[in-house]
């Protein structure tokens, strides 16, 4: 069973940047995404990345702003987030992918993270 850690949550401004990191406890040769909960509202998806970070998904709401890479080597998925709005507020979750065709689908992660919280302040 693969564990999987995230951090680098934290408080920015508006405008801010974050940089997160997922590290997992064994290598994995799957597809890696973050998705994010809000209060209130359901985990949604974010972005994913393919094992060999030839393919990467986003969802509209983060394109342009957010990007998303991996390190084999070092069993790290990261998540560059610049211009960081309130809207992006929420916890942060990464997970992998079991396979599927819908990568943008929750339920076709297998392992989670424990989620680590992104507040942007207004």
């Known amino acids: 069973q693969v564990q999987l850690v995230e951090s680098g949550g934290g408080l920015v401004q508006t405008g801010g940047s974050l940089r997160l990191s997922c590290t997992a406890s064994?290598?994995?040769?799957?597809?890696m995404g973050w998705f994010r909960q809000a209060p209130g509202k359901e985990r949604e998806f974010v972005v994913a990345?393919?094992?060999?970070?030839?393919?990467?998904t986003y969802a509209d709401s983060v394109k342009g702003r957010f990007t998303i890479s991996r390190d084999n080597a070092k069993n790290t998925v990261y998540l560059q987030m610049n211009s960081l709005k309130p809207e992006d507020t929420a916890v942060y979750f990464c997970?992998?992918?079991?396979?599927?065709?819908?990568?943008?689908?929750?339920?076709?992660?297998?392992?989670w993270g424990q989620g680590t919280q992104v507040t942007v302040s207004s």
């Open positions: 997970a992998e992918h079991r396979g599927g065709r819908h990568i943008e689908d929750l339920t076709e992660y297998s392992y």
């Open positions: 064994a290598r994995t040769f799957n597809a």
């Open positions: 990345i393919s094992w060999d970070s030839g393919s990467t």
